[in-house]
């Protein structure tokens, strides 16, 4: 575009059209036959290079006897088993080919599988972390109106325990909430289908504790159903393991819930207290120490 061409500008392929993008993509296989087609066809056709080569022969040919047999031998022998060969090799690189594209194809749909499924994986997540935002806002909204409550009525109150209990539940969805959110890679979105919720787990342990022997632990069943749930969660297996059970009660001649005088601990062992609501630890001595509900940890003040 200079010269006398100068400020002409190139010719514009407005009849080729903008690129369709409903169209049908082109997969990678047919891409690879389309180049393969283009150079893989022989410049000279097997059959027609036979027939020139046969003809140039029957020229010169003179040892059948007879213009038959002349030709028989321009257009037998090594002419001919070369046109086998020549029509032997195209169906084989024809072969090829096919089998070339179906693997190019094949590779082509596993990718596009792939990133079909890491999107569809992806915006699960992000509905699935989208989802736990809202249950902690409205969880915390909860809670405020329950401490509200709380606040406004006489403590030790029927009510008053009714409205703390609730307030205990709550503290633990929002932490059980806020770990999640801060542990994606350790959240419950690969298990949800196999790992009961918190919630359905503790009613149900509730509901078995109302009826246990040990009248501690029916007096307040759904508050040791959650700290044991939370415990068999959290702890590792190694504090796991040594836990014991329940503090054992029973009651006097009047009715009154008592300790249970035989009962001895051992070192090490962990045993839950429904009564004080604390996991406690037994020392070499027989004393019990309190375990730190959130780190498992002995707390020695």
């Known amino acids: 575009m200079n010269g006398i061409m100068s400020g002409i500008e190139d010719r514009k392929n407005y009849s080729i059209g903008t690129e369709d993008p409903a169209a049908t993509p082109v997969s990678a296989g047919d891409r690879y036959k389309e180049i393969y087609d283009k150079y893989a066809q022989p410049t000279i056709d097997p059959l027609g290079k036979y027939l020139i080569q046969g003809s140039l022969q029957g020229f010169s040919e003179n040892r059948g006897g007879s213009t038959l047999g002349n030709l028989g031998l321009a257009f037998g022998g090594e002419n001919l088993n070369q046109l086998f060969s020549d029509i032997e090799g195209q169906r084989t690189s024809a072969r090829d080919m096919e089998l070339a594209k179906l693997g190019y194809d094949i590779e082509d749909e596993k990718a596009k599988e792939a990133i079909k499924r890491e999107d569809l994986l992806m915006n699960r997540k992000q509905t699935f972390q989208q989802d736990l935002l809202t249950q902690e806002m409205q969880a915390k909204k909860d809670l405020a109106d329950l401490k509200r409550k709380f606040d406004a009525e006489q403590k030790g109150s029927e009510l008053a325990n009714k409205l703390e209990v609730e307030i205990l539940k709550g503290e633990n969805k929002i932490k059980e909430l806020q770990f999640k959110i801060d542990n994606p890679g350790a959240s419950e979105f690969r ?109 020695e003040n």
């Open 191 to 299: 298990t949800d289908q196999v790992r009961p919720a918190f919630e359905n787990v503790v009613t149900k342990r509730a509901e078995a504790f109302m009826q246990s022997k040990n009248p501690a632990v029916k007096q307040n069943p759904t508050l040791t159903a959650q700290n044991y749930t939370r415990f068999t969660r959290e702890a590792t297996p190694e504090i796991q393991s040594k836990f014991k059970g329940f503090k054992p009660y029973t009651r006097d001649q009047k009715g009154n819930i008592i300790e249970d005088p035989s009962f001895e601990g051992r070192p090490g062992e962990i045993i839950y207290d429904p009564i004080s609501m604390d996991f406690l630890v037994f020392d070499n001595t027989g004393n019990t120490y309190i375990l730190n509900p959130l780190t498992f940890e002995i707390d």
